[in-house]
């Protein structure tokens, strides 16, 4: 009867979690990534440049979290910690 909620909880550990926003996009050339990692308009000083590719350091949560341009709106998948 205790291992049923410890494979629940594995399974929601395992899980990607999604964070949808209301930010209208075409692409995720639209998307941005604030400071708590969560999807916001792309500010014009980024506009018509790659997404940064993430390191261990500052760019952390870039390599943490995957943008997108979903259903016409910005999201973020957390897909965990390389580091």
């Not at 990692?37 to 940064?52: D, E, F, N, S, T």
């Amino acid at each position: 009867m205790l291992l049923l909620p410890l494979i629940a909880s594995l399974l929601l550990a395992t899980a990607p979690r999604v964070t949808v926003s209301a930010v209208a996009c075409q692409s995720v050339a639209d998307c941005w990534l604030d400071e708590e990692a969560k999807p916001i308009k792309r500010p014009k000083q980024h506009r018509g440049k790659p997404l940064p590719a993430g390191d261990c350091g500052k760019k952390l949560k870039w390599l943490r979290n995957r943008l997108a341009c979903e259903q016409s709106v910005c999201t973020v998948t957390f897909v965990g910690d390389r580091c």
